[in-house]
């Protein structure tokens, strides 16, 4: 499970940091307007399977992968969110 979550990430700074042409990956890190719209557009379609329970793990398997490239787009660190977490236990 945390290696798909690993690679997702490794994905994502491999493509900022060596970007390729028509790459969807590259469109999301690039475009911060984007990447945006699609977090809440997936998100709402999350929501949504959830009510009508259809596509849950399809939906909430893009949430995760866009709210990835949007954490990446702004200099958001996973590991900075982890560790804000971390320190949220009780």
Known sequence: MLSTLESLLKLARDRKDNPI???YTNKLLS???????KVLEEINELIDAVEKDVNKTH???DVFYHLI???E???????DVMSELDKRKK
Request: no cysteine; proline share 0%; glycine share 4%.
């Open 21 to 23: 042409d028509g790459s």
């Open 31 to 37: 475009d911060k307007s984007l990447s945006k719209a």
């Open 59 to 61: 939906e909430a398997a």
């Open 69 to 71: 490239m949007y954490l």
């Open 73 to 79: 787009a702004n200099n958001i660190k996973i590991e």
